[in-house]
């Protein structure tokens, strides 16, 4: 009795003379999917809340964010595949250029994201030979990004030593409260060694050679602590899979015991295998309890506010839904909805309330019939939270527990 959700990521919007992507697009399916489910709006997190990817993913897959969400550190480490216990604390980085004279603080960043460098296995092998007092892991992430996870210093009460502009000198890590001191030290004594070991690898003398931007430090932001949080399979005694080439997302899977798949071609932007991913969803919904299929574009597009680009992506999105048409609601739930509205007019996340379908057989379908901001507050499901979502499915699939006697 599986439960597939199709989250498409920023996909609903603020209307532009009353029109929008959704009402715009010429999209058969998910109109199918309307008309025979059941129909409303959710607040991800709560009314007005505007959310990040992360923790509207957390409420989705029904944990409350205000209690577990960890920042956003520990659950990109997460998604690039360190295994994270409580405790550990987890920062994002980037390779930056940095130069000057003296220690890595006294030293200007000239380039945050060094010249945009993608190969950094080898820097992230010599960063992770660095001798530290505490246990540490760096890995890469897409591009010049990576994270650097440092083991059981517990707090994450620890500033940025990413300045965030070209022409600023690089932060010393200052602890923002007095039981973060040590962990502070350890980061900085990090950062000074880490940019010693940079400066002089042979990569980046070759890149001098080149004239290319040195990667000859590591910058530090968002820092969290891993938190002791429920798995999936303990809360709901079901198994998860996440589909999706976002780290991010890949993360929120991981921390709460799910397996995460990205299929060869998923990208995480308007260029997807889309077929890939429905593939691998359709595929692991045999095995699993409930599959989180996710799709990134659509968010992508409405942070580049691109009404047409949206458009346009919603109708090649709804050319691969017929394999999903085509599950057997009898035993199958599906649920189609996003984590947050993405308007192009805004070109970030809001809190306007996402659209939500769920088809199952046993569901009171309603008289909705196109899937858009303004046809789903009319559906029966009216106005829900996130974290109700996954509850509403399981309980159509009888596999909720009973409140009470
Ligand atoms: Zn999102
Ligand atoms: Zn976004």
Redo the contacts with the bound molecule.
Sequence with gaps: MPVLMFIM??LPDRPVGGKTPLTVAKKPKLDKIAEIGVNGIMDTISPGIR???DT??LALLGYDPYRFYTGRGPIEAAGVGIELKPGDVAFRANFATVVGNGRVFDKVVVDRRAGRIEQTEDLVKALNEIDLDVEFEVARATGHRAVVVFRGISSAELGETDPKVVGEKVKTCKPLNDSARRAAEIVNEFMQKAHEVLDRHPLNLEREKKGLPKANAILLRGAGVMKEIPSFRDKYGLDLAVVSATALIKGVGKIVGGEVFTPAGATGNKKTDLEAKMNAALDLLKKKDVVLLHI?AP?EIGHDRDFDGKVEFLERLDSYLDKILELDFSKNCLIVT???S?PVTVGE?TADPVVVSVVHEGVRVDDVKRFTEFDAPKGGLCRIRGMDLLNIALDLLNLSKKFGA
């Design positions: 990521d920023g959310p990040g990817s509207s993913h990134k968010d996003s984590d947050h993405t996340h």
